[in-house]
């Protein structure tokens, strides 16, 4: 039997941990750009990482395009319906004086809506059939670490978007303006920062940001309709344990998930994945229900 010690140092569970952690960590970030910015709860985020999936899926079997090359394309795609549906829908809501008072709990309803017509479409179009193919998926070896090309570029490709995004919200004008809008939206407003414009290019990262990873996770995961529940939920856990709009606090927690389900079903066995995740994410409700990294304020 492996020992206590042995799990505990092993690179390969690292690597694993890293990964999951770093896929988790991604689908965070898009999700709490937009909770951030907008306050809308965005229970469809999931499916728009089906749909990218999807993208990568069809691109690659019927016209042989690398997923990462269709990333972008569902990235933009994703966008596209993002406008879409602000345009068509929540820019109303957002206006309108007495919607925006309930923008969370209407958002909620709304995203419900589209959760269950996008997995409808989506199973009517594409049936219900588990989908998958091969890509990369020959295995690399360093020392007693392995692992296949493809969820190496994955981990990659996340980590790139994480680190664009940090440095983009620490360095750019556009950036600060998203973190004073985050931090205080009637503030930014006062000092001229263009919040509806800000808005509106906050859903589409985010929404992009979806598909982007859900066609990394087509090439180490089967495509179905409703794929996306799961990453949807650990997305919460993420921004909730994280900070509600901390959006560098909902990367570290993002990885602190991958390590706990990773170690964790490595001490226990696969049955107890949901259950760790979902103790920790009440635990941490119960302990810090502000956020895992957000500042408690000092009431005087």
Do not use: D
């Amino acid at each position: 039997m492996t020992s206590f010690f042995e799990i505990l140092t092993s690179g390969q569970l690292l690597l694993a941990a890293l990964i999951t952690g770093t896929i988790y960590a991604t689908v965070g970030l898009g999700l709490n750009l937009v909770y951030g910015t907008m306050r809308l709860l965005n229970v469809a985020h999931g499916e728009f990482l089906m749909l990218g999936a999807y993208v990568a899926f069809w691109g690659f079997s019927l016209f042989n395009v690398s997923p990462f090359l269709s990333a972008v394309v569902a990235g933009v795609l994703t966008a596209a319906l993002a406008a879409a549906l602000y345009f068509g829908m929540l820019r109303w809501c957002l206006r309108n004086p007495r919607m925006r008072k309930r923008i969370e709990p209407n958002s909620l309803l709304i995203f419900v809506g589209v959760s269950i017509i996008l997995q409808n479409i989506s199973a009517l179009s594409f049936t219900g059939t588990p989908r998958g193919y091969q890509y990369l998926s020959g295995v690399m070896t360093l020392g007693s670490i392995s692992i296949s090309a493809n969820r190496l570029g994955a981990f990659v490709f996340c980590i790139a978007i994480c680190i664009a995004t940090l440095i983009f919200l620490r360095r750019s004008a556009t950036g600060l303006a998203i973190k004073a809008l985050i931090q205080h939206k009637e503030a930014a407003e006062i000092v001229g920062v263009n919040v509806t414009r800000l808005e509106f290019f906050a859903l589409c990262a985010g929404f992009a940001t979806a598909g982007i990873v859900g066609a990394l996770v087509s090439m180490t995961e089967q495509t179905t309709p409703f794929m996306g529940f799961p990453f949807t939920i650990a997305a919460f856990i993420v921004i909730i344990m994280g900070g509600l709009g901390n959006l560098a606090g909902g990367i570290v927690t993002g990885l602190l998930l991958g390590f706990i389900e990773t170690y964790g079903v490595a001490f226990t066995s696969a049955a107890w994945s949901s259950i760790l995740l979902y103790g920790v994410f009440v635990l941490a409700l119960i302990v810090r229900p502000e956020g895992i990294f957000t500042v408690r304020q000092v009431v005087r």
